[in-house]
C-alpha cells in the first residue's frame, strides 16, 4: 500500500496539507480570518497554506525569507496567485515578525491565527498520528517506511505506530534512518 500525500489535490499536493486540515480548522474554531505563517520564497508549508486559507474562505499572510524577486516562479507564484500578501525579511527577523504582524493585523481589526514555520506543532502532527492509524487498520501491513525529514512528522507517526510492526521514518537530509 502506498499512501501519496502529493495527491491531495491542495494546491499540487504536499505532505502538509496533513497539518493543515487539523490547523485550519483549529483556525477556523478560533474564529480567525487570516492565517499567518513563515517559510523560504519556495516553501511548500507557504504555498499549501495560501491554498487552505483559499478553501477555507480565510485571507493569507506570510513572512518569506530573503528579498523579493522581480519575477515570482514557482510556489511564489503560486502563492502571489493564490491571494497570500508575502512579506519579505531577513531569516533572523522570523520570530520578531511573527510577533508583530498579527499585533499589526489585530489593530486593522483582524483576527490572525498564526502557524509556526512548517506547521510543526502538536496540533500539526495530529495529522500523522491519524495516518498510521489508517495504516494500522489493514492487519496485512506489517511495516512501514516514512520520509520524514522533519522531527514532528516522525514524532506524530512514531506516536501512533503501535499497530505495525516495523515502523521506519528515514530522512533525505540527514541520510541516516530514525527507528519510530
Not at 31 to 48: E, F, I, K, P
Not at 81 to 108: D, T, Y
Request: charged share 20%; net charge positive; glycine share 12%.
Amino acid at each position: 500500500m502506498i499512501k501519496r500525500d502529493d495527491q491531495t489535490g491542495l494546491a499540487l499536493g504536499g505532505n502538509k496539507t496533513r497539518k493543515l486540515e487539523f490547523l485550519v480548522g483549529q483556525a477556523l474554531e478560533q474564529g480567525a480570518d487570516t492565517l499567518v505563517t513563515a517559510g523560504a520564497a519556495q516553501s511548500n508549508h507557504c504555498r499549501q497554506t495560501a491554498a487552505a486559507a483559499v478553501k477555507a474562505g480565510l485571507k493569507c499572510e506570510l513572512i518569506l525569507n530573503g528579498k523579493k524577486p522581480e519575477l515570482p516562479n514557482g510556489n511564489l507564484l503560486l502563492d502571489e496567485l493564490l491571494g497570500a500578501k508575502c512579506h519579505w525579511i531577513e531569516r533572523s527577523q522570523f520570530p520578531v515578525k511573527l510577533s508583530e504582524l498579527p499585533e499589526q493585523l489585530r489593530a486593522q481589526a483582524r483576527k490572525p491565527y498564526v502557524i509556526g514555520i512548517g506547521g510543526s506543532n502538536g496540533v500539526g502532527a495530529t495529522g500523522y498520528v491519524l495516518a498510521m492509524m489508517e495504516l494500522t487498520e489493514h492487519p496485512w501491513i506489517t511495516s512501514c517506511s516514512l520520509q520524514a525529514p522533519a522531527g514532528r512528522r516522525r514524532h506524530g507517526a512514531g506516536r501512533s505506530s503501535r499497530g505495525v510492526r516495523r515502523p521506519i521514518a528515514w530522512s533525505v537530509r540527514r541520510q541516516r534512518q530514525f527507528g519510530a
